[in-house]
């Protein structure tokens, strides 16, 4: 009898620390399928706050070019495009559509000098620029996050509580093909 009880209770203890172990794997798992998604949000974040930005601005820049209805036009898509994405690679795709569009506009700018020095103009860009870096600075911090979740549901034995529970990889955040490329950059004289 005293064989079988240290046996049950050997049996018992292991369970109990497998039980241990599963369960603090799903949770660290849980926490970080919620980090993606609260550096997800702080991404979705920034860009609504570039979205609320760019009508004061283009608004700004239409009063000084009127004739430039092109790049209003495609600022304008670009930003329906984000309201309308729904997985992380369609929001990356618009969100480089929007850039383009909104250097293109920035170019549009240095054809009309009075609208440069006007403090409107100038005010809304400054806040465009660090809505920027705060959107760049998101989707860094997205990508080490998602790093972070994707490497821990590979790693034995995480990835048979993740296949059991249906952890599946995050997508990451990443730039369009043509961002790539360097632009180029004229003066003319």
Do not use: H, W
């Amino acid at each position: 009898m005293n064989k079988t009880l240290k046996s049950i209770l050997i049996g018992v203890a292991f369970l109990l620390l497998i039980s241990v172990l599963f369960i603090g794997t799903y949770n660290k798992m849980v926490s970080l399928d919620q980090k993606v998604k609260r550096a997800q949000s702080d991404i979705d974040t920034q860009l609504q706050r570039r979205n609320d930005l760019i009508p004061n601005l283009v608004n700004t820049v239409k009063g000084y070019a009127a004739q430039e209805k092109d790049i209003f036009i495609e600022i304008a898509n670009a930003r329906a495009k984000i309201g309308g994405a729904k997985t992380v690679g369609e929001k990356a795709n618009a969100d480089n559509e929007l850039s383009t569009a909104l250097s293109r506009l920035l170019v549009v700018v240095e054809r009309y000098p009075d609208l440069k020095s006007s403090a409107n103009f100038r005010d809304l860009t400054v806040a465009l620029e660090g809505t920027e870096n705060r959107i760049n600075i998101a989707r860094q911090d997205y990508n080490r996050t998602v790093d972070t979740y994707n490497a821990t549901i590979k790693k034995f034995p995480n990835f048979i509580i993740a296949g059991i529970f249906r952890f599946e990889d995050k997508e990451y955040y990443k730039a369009a093909e043509g961002v790539k490329e360097v632009p180029k950059v004229e003066f003319s004289r």
